[in-house]
């Protein structure tokens, strides 16, 4: 990995997450008061996940299921925003991934990055080969290379393609277009802009 690629943006990162705290801090704050309010249980809801080189960190995000709901540890079984889990405030929150907000307190902590595989549970990455261990090389992301072509639209298999994918090609400029991707995917849904990871290849070879 370049180093002064992986310090600018480490700088980016940190300097990134402190200015959306203090700009979203009031907005949070509401969106913590609604949860509460509205369903029992915690505002937050924090997680044992899988960072970079296997490190395992406390990942904190909006509650938006009922409080005793049973979490399965697999990744690949997807909660969808119609089970019945999933509360009317977590509903929201999860259409425009505002429930991930609060990951901005993991990417200052240096646990996480803006741009990066998504963090799986350890009991996934226990049973890691290793192919899909290479998507540890790098700090986990708020979004990342699988969530801007499909997200849960994609099979695990296909998000793991594109994890990977990113470890091993990831410099500014793609990450930068990973971001503005994100924006826009907010806009139009993440399972309508599906890029299957073997379709795309196939197509820049040609």
Not at 165 to 172: I, K, L, P, T
Request: with cysteine.
């Amino acid at each position: 990995m370049n180093r002064t690629y992986e310090i600018t943006k480490r700088v980016f990162d940190f300097a990134a997450a402190a200015v959306g705290l203090a700009v979203s801090s009031p907005f949070m704050l509401i969106f913590y008061l609604l949860v509460r309010c509205t369903s029992k249980g915690r505002g937050f809801y924090i997680q044992d996940r899988v960072g970079k080189d296997g490190a395992i960190f406390r990942m904190i995000k909006f509650r938006t299921m009922r409080a005793d709901h049973k979490h399965d540890p697999d990744p690949t079984i997807v909660i969808t925003d119609d089970h019945e889990a999933v509360t009317p405030v977590g509903r929201f929150l999860r259409k425009f991934k505002l429930d991930e907000a609060p990951q901005l307190f993991n990417v200052l902590a240096g646990q996480m990055s803006l741009v990066g595989p998504r963090p799986t549970v350890p009991e996934q990455a226990a049973e890691y080969g290793d192919f899909e261990r290479r998507r540890l090389g790098v700090r986990p992301g708020i979004t990342g290379m699988a969530q801007v072509n499909g997200g849960t639209g994609l099979t695990w298999p296909e998000r793991i393609e594109w994890d990977i994918y990113y470890v091993e090609h990831h410099c500014w400029m793609m990450d930068v277009k990973i971001l503005f991707r994100t924006v826009v995917s907010l806009a139009v849904g993440t399972e309508k802009n599906v890029h299957r990871f073997r379709d795309v290849r196939a197509e820049e070879k040609t």
